[in-house]
């Protein structure tokens, strides 16, 4: 019988002999999907690893297409180490980490920090059409 308890925020990011725990355990090698849904404040603070196994950050919030109810893309705010900005992942570059403790970009930590930075001062529908056609051409995701 699964249960839904909030993982401890304390875990240790290192990878453990143990079972796979974390506030995504239950999703630990699986595309993020409708199938399971899980609250949304969940994702919040939640690590993002490239597939060089760097930590490129955490994440701070999610877009929502509502029109089409889904979520667009991811925010991270970029690690320790890294200059100090918000860009956006594509939710379909991402799935949730074997060890169930956060996110993973199908993306090198290279590649992701050098995304175009998420900028929420406004502007014209056109400029963020423009943006989001940006960021998902950076990450490999058809127009």
């Known amino acids: 019988m699964k249960t839904d308890t909030p993982a401890s925020t304390d875990t240790p990011k ?3 002999s143990g079972p796979p725990s974390g506030p995504l ?6 595309a993020p999907s409708g199938e399971h849904p899980i609250p949304g ?7 993002v690893r490239a597939t060089d196994g760097a930590d490129v950050g955490h994440v701070s919030d999610v877009l929502l297409d509502l029109g089409h109810g889904r979520i667009t893309h991811v925010l ?3 690690a320790e180490g890294h200059p100090d900005r918000v860009i956006a992942i594509p939710w379909q ?3 949730a980490d074997t060890e169930g403790q956060g996110l993973a970009v199908a993306a090198t930590a290279e590649r992701v920090l050098a995304a175009p930075p998420f900028d929420n001062q406004g502007g014209s529908a056109a400029q963020h059409e423009e943006w989001v056609a940006a ?5 490999g995701k058809p127009a």
Do not use: P
Request: hydrophobic residues 35%; proline residues 0%.
């Open 25 to 30: 355990v239950r999703f630990h090698g699986q």
């Open 76 to 78: 991270v705010t970029t």
């Open 41 to 47: 404040h969940r994702f919040e603070g939640v690590g």
């Open 93 to 95: 570059a991402l799935s």
């Open 135 to 139: 960021v998902d051409r950076h990450f």
């Open 14 to 16: 290192e990878a453990s």
